[in-house]
Nanobody, 115 residues
Framework: QVQLVESGGGLVQTGGSLRLSCVAS????????MGWYRQAPGKQRELVAT???????NYAASVKGRFTISRTSAENTVFLQMNSLKAEDTAAYYC?????????WGQGTQVTVSS
């Protein structure tokens, strides 16, 4: 059974940094595209960043240059380093992967950026 567990969210001031973690079980993250999504109140869930099986990364335009997605196979964990945070980054952040037609999501971790 695939499980994704996020952590690392919290309250931070504008310009600050946070690092989110997503620990995966039931899959080896090296062999799957892993992604981070976010959802702000009243808005649709949106893609933040992905890292492919081959290690290629992709970012939403709104976070490019500020956020970095990475992974460590030793801990089967995906990270999202978030720097220069803005108020508009406030959202619940979710880890995601898919295996075949099945999508998997974590429970989410809240990030709140105060101005």
């Amino acid at each position: 059974q695939v499980q994704l567990v996020e952590s690392g969210g919290g309250l931070v001031q504008t310009g600050g940094s946070l690092r989110l973690s997503c620990v995966a079980s039931g899959i080896n993250i090296q062999f799957y595209t892993m992604g981070w999504y976010r959802q702000a109140p009243g808005k649709q869930r949106e893609l933040v960043a992905t890292i492919s099986r081959g290690g290629y990364t992709n970012y939403a335009a709104s976070v490019k240059g500020r956020f970095t997605i990475s992974r460590t196979s030793a801990e089967n964990t995906v990270f999202l380093q978030m720097n220069s945070l803005k108020a508009e980054d406030t959202a619940a952040y979710y880890c995601n992967t898919n295996r075949g037609s099945q999508q998997y999501w974590g429970q989410g971790t809240q990030v709140t950026v105060s101005s």
